[in-house]
């Protein structure tokens, strides 16, 4: 258990639908990281928040955005859902700013149908 | 853009034997590597990371070694076992200061057959 938690951990939807995929870090990490991994694809890196603001970005989707609350824990929205969305959607937090040792939750299997 | 390229994409030793998975980066500022492990439907795994001051880093039965002239780095695994059997990615660190980002290779599927 690396102390990173993801909810839900699994989630069905239909297409054009918003969902939110909510992520706590471990304690005392400031730094949020989420992945988007598609069925036999590597990870994608979406987006980076530390302590609360945006840090760096990867290629996310304008139909994507994502926040950190002043308690760290993240939430990464999704919306107008398509089918390629449909993917494993992991978010991992460091201690630091810089991405040194990463530590990745159990992550969030999207489905759209 | 940022690149780092992973080879083999499948991998297949027999118990005991050795296995070797290569990663090569585009970006020569990279300065972090960290290899991770991911079994079936399970998070990724760091598993062992080097930094580019240094040429080697040992774990027990795992190592990695960096090449920043030929901007290359691998994992070694020696005395393989089945519960190796994974998919292993490696990343490297692209970019500077608070802006930088993980990049990952493709992965790496490593079964280890009895």
């Known amino acids: 258990d690396s102390g990173v938690t993801q909810t839900p951990k699994h989630l069905i939807t239909a297409t054009g639908q918003r969902v939110t995929l909510r992520c706590s870090p471990r304690?005392?990490?400031?730094?949020v990281y989420w992945y988007q991994q598609s069925l036999d694809q590597g990870l994608q890196f979406l987006i980076h928040?530390?302590?609360?603001?945006?840090?760096a970005k990867g290629n996310i989707l304008e139909r994507f955005s994502a926040q950190q609350f002043p308690d760290l824990h993240s939430e990464l929205n999704l919306s107008s859902l398509e089918l390629g969305d449909s993917a494993l959607y992991f978010c991992a937090s460091s201690v630091v700013p810089n991405p040194y040792e990463q530590y990745f939750g159990p992550g969030t299997r999207l489905t759209v149908t | 853009g940022e690149n780092v390229e992973q080879h083999p994409s499948t991998l297949s030793v027999q118990e005991g034997d050795s296995a070797v998975i290569k990663c090569t980066y585009s970006d020569s500022a990279s300065n972090y590597f960290p290899w991770y492990k991911q079994e079936l439907g399970k998070r990724p795994q760091l598993i062992i990371d080097i930094r580019s001051n240094v040429g080697e880093k040992k774990d027990q039965r795992i190592a990695v070694t960096l090449n920043k002239t030929a901007k290359h780095f691998s994992l070694h695994i020696t005395e393989t076992q089945p519960e190796d059997s994974a998919v292993y990615f490696c990343?490297?660190?692209?970019?500077?200061?608070?802006?930088?980002?993980?990049?990952f290779g493709t992965g790496t599927r490593l079964q280890v057959t009895l």
């Open positions: 990343a490297a660190r692209i970019g500077g200061g608070t802006a930088s980002k993980l990049t």
């Open positions: 304690s005392g990490d400031l730094s």
């Open positions: 928040y530390y302590n609360g603001e945006e840090r």
